[in-house]
């Protein structure tokens, strides 16, 4: 199995959604507060799918 670095913009969207989560774990922010888990957990998804798959 061959690892690739994510492109560009799949990095910036899953670091977008990580940092959304965490601010939203400390911050009352209404939709982002109660899906921070999800929020941080697709982030990191997305990170995985990109470094696998070549070209994503």
């Not at 560009?8 to 670091?15: D, F, G, R, Y």
């Not at 601010?23 to 990191?44: E, R, Y």
């Amino acid at each position: 199995m061959k690892l690739s670095a994510p492109k560009t913009p799949v990095w910036i969207i899953a670091a977008v959604l990580g940092i959304l989560g965490i601010v939203g774990k400390f911050i009352a922010i209404q939709f982002i507060s109660a899906n921070a888990f999800w929020l941080v957990a697709i982030g990191f998804v997305l990170l995985f799918l990109g470094t696998l798959i070549s070209g994503f």
